[in-house]
């Protein structure tokens, strides 16, 4: 996807029978997806129209054109969606959207390399990232709380880690 695209949520499967979708939306308020429309689905199509009708479970359930069935929505299960950067309200100073994070450069307290954020992982309860080794073998998985990533500094493309003990430590004890 290209740099000015930010994924915004996912198309989660069909609520009913009827073509209604079950949206997840990764907005900090849920229902403002529905604002930034149009949004491009990762297969390239658009989607000009959603009304949102309300929430079940962790998603929220909507009318999205295009979608008039049952199996169409349950066949985009886990489709993307993305709106332009342009779409997404600006941000203050101290706050970024997590596609800014990938590809930056980690680095403990003292200074040293960690690796390059490759991915923001969302598990439902807490965000991690997820960091690929300068050798670009091995991913950590960083818990991204503000205990553990202490600065994030944009301008200079670089994020500032105080990971748990021995999360980064090579092992010793292979030969």
Do not use: W
Not at 10 to 16: D, E, H, I, K, V
Not at 109 to 116: I, M, S
């Amino acid at each position: 996807m290209s740099e000015d695209r930010i994924i915004v949520g996912t198309l989660a499967g069909s609520f009913g029978v009827h073509g209604d979708v079950r949206l997840k939306s990764f907005c900090a308020d849920p229902e403002a997806l529905a604002d930034y429309t149009p949004l491009m689905r990762a297969d390239g199509a658009l989607i000009t129209t959603i009304v949102l009708k309300g929430q079940t479970k962790g998603a929220l359930i909507a009318r999205v054109d295009g979608i008039t069935t049952k199996e169409q929505a349950d066949g985009l299960r886990g489709m993307e969606l993305f709106a332009t950067r342009e779409q997404l309200p600006s941000l203050p100073d101290d706050e970024f959207y997590h596609a800014d994070l990938v590809g930056l450069m980690t680095y403990d307290t003292g200074g040293a390399e960690l690796g390059r954020v490759k991915a923001i992982q969302s598990n439902g309860a807490d965000d991690l990232l997820e960091i690929i080794s300068p050798s670009d073998k091995d991913t950590v998985l960083v818990p991204f709380s503000k205990a553990v990533v202490p600065t994030v500094d944009l301008a200079s493309g670089r994020i500032v880690l105080d990971p748990p003990r021995g999360l980064f430590a090579e092992d010793d004890t292979a030969e």
